[in-house]
């Protein structure tokens, strides 16, 4: 049962005084006004725990400080800097709204909120966020630190991923925005849902809304929000082929309606179930690629990835091939070349264990 407490302006009041007073909570782009550095960060940030996109969002400043930097580099070199971040769309939106915003655009951002939605890579969220904290638009932001806080402190038991829900919270989120301070009540709220009512262990003994939380009242905190949708995996197996001869290796950039778009591998059979070091070993697959001229190196041990709606396992089996031969589909580059190219982490990781006989 929804309970809204009425009491709003309390909230609003006392999250903005706890910002000023307690809000300790440190990150390079707070505060920040350029709608570049700000759109950089939201962007890395999509599905990104503040801890991993530091680094990342701090190196892609120093290398393209400005939109246009990034506009013209070269696109394998924007991928490379974003290696291991994941969600490698959000990359190729980025290069995709660089480059419109330099060309079409002049290299200007975009100030007014539908014009910043309209960005390729940006939704709602994103949009309120860039467009109060770089031009003090009143636009509240609506992201899982504020789901979680308005629906405990309003004990609202309305899925946060129904369409119910999403309407709830958007509508509660705008009512509550402090019009004149958007960017700085925004941040506040994303940092005390951060830092104080969090998913786990939230620390109810010291907030400050505590006595008109209806959750803490009811005793419903660790209940709330409620999701209703469960996220099915599927398992995928993959088995990649470094197939190497005078220090060459065959590889290739993914095709695109797939995971990892635009990044590169090592020559792939996917197989629907496991195949086992012997089936490995006999290499019937690659018998069929590339003649009986192979020596299999090395066989790793099994490598698991978990993303949102896959879990990859798979190995990595290094071939040394007798002679040259054409691979179709699949071009040859030194190891130099190698370390340059943009791969997913499921094969980075195995490129960096020291027990790997490739020697990069």
């Known amino acids: 049962m929804m309970a809204i407490n009425t009491n709003k302006r309390y909230f609003s009041k006392a999250l903005l005084k706890w910002n000023e007073e ?3 909570r440190e990150m390079p782009w707070k505060g ?13 940030l999509q599905q990104t725990r503040v801890d991993q996109g530091l680094n990342y969002y701090n ?4 290398t393209f400080p400005t939109i246009n930097q990034l506009a013209k580099a070269p696109e394998t070199k924007v991928f490379k800097l974003w290696e291991g971040l994941g969600y490698y769309s959000r990359c190729k939106n980025l290069i995709a709204t660089a480059k419109y915003i330099s060309t079409e655009l002049k290299g200007k951002f975009p100030d007014k909120y539908e014009d910043i939605l309209s960005l390729k890579g940006v939704g709602p969220y994103t949009a309120a966020a860039i467009g109060s904290f770089a031009f003090n638009l009143p636009h509240a932001v609506v992201d899982g630190n504020v789901f979680r806080v ?21 509508q509660l989120a705008d009512d509550l925005l402090d019009k004149k301070l958007p960017g700085i009540y925004n941040q506040a709220l994303m940092d005390f849902g951060a830092t104080v009512c969090k998913p786990q262990q939230p620390l109810c003994g010291e907030c400050v809304l505590r006595s008109a939380c209806e959750a803490y009242l009811k005793g419903t905190v660790n209940l709330l929000p409620i999701k209703e949708k469960s996220i099915i995996k599927k398992e995928r197996w993959l ?17 695109a309606n797939d995971i990892w778009e635009n990044l ?13 070091e012997e089936e490995l070993q006999s290499s019937t697959y690659l018998k069929k690629k590339i003649g009986e001229a192979f020596k299999i190196i090395q066989i790793s041990k099994e490598h698991r990835q978990l993303l949102t709606h896959q879990t990859i396992k798979g190995r990595f089996i290094h071939v040394e091939l007798g002679k040259p031969l054409p691979l179709e589909g699949y071009y040859t580059v030194s190891k130099a070349e190698i370390k340059k190219l943009p791969f997913p982490k499921f094969i980075t990781l195995y490129l960096k264990d020291k027990n790997v006989s490739l020697n990069l």
């Open 150 to 170: 308005l629906s405990r402190y309003f004990n609202i038991d309305t899925p946060i991923d129904s369409n119910d829900g999403k309407k709830i919270f958007t």
């Open 22 to 24: 307690a809000n300790d």
């Open 59 to 62: 190196r892609f400043v120093k």
């Open 239 to 255: 088995y990649y082929f470094i197939i190497e001869h005078k220090g060459k290796v065959f590889v290739r950039k993914r095709p």
């Open 32 to 44: 920040e006004k350029d709608p570049y550095k700000i759109w950089l960060s939201e962007i890395i």
């Open 264 to 276: 590169y591998e090592f020559v792939l059979l996917e197989n629907n179930s496991a195949l086992s």
